[in-house]
């Protein structure tokens, strides 16, 4: 256990910057599950709302600085691409 009133600050603060980036991870996966039901229903207009809120969530994550860049990069990058094969076909 911290001794020091600043390790027990530091403690809390880290608790606090846990739980909200757990918030944060979370409303990602969600918002990319809902996605891939969209996609997997073979709807494309409600598919192509899903697909703009997950990458708005992906963007607002790498904002608060949850995520790097280029992995959001990466994720967006994929699920355009599944959303434009579908989209072809």
Do not use: W, Y
Not at 21 to 35: E, L, M, P, Q, Y
Not at 39 to 62: C, H
């Amino acid at each position: 256990m911290a001794n020091t009133k600043s390790a027990k600050k530091r403690i809390e603060i880290t608790r606090k910057r846990t739980m909200r980036n757990r918030a944060i991870k979370s409303r990602v996966k969600t918002a990319i599950k809902k996605f891939e039901l969209a996609l997997a229903g073979g709807e494309l207009d409600q598919a192509r709302e899903k697909l703009v809120e997950a990458i708005r969530t992906l963007d607002k994550a790498v904002t608060k600085g949850v995520l790097h860049p280029n992995t959001a990069a990466r994720k967006k990058s994929r699920l355009q691409l599944r959303f434009n094969r579908l989209a072809a076909s």
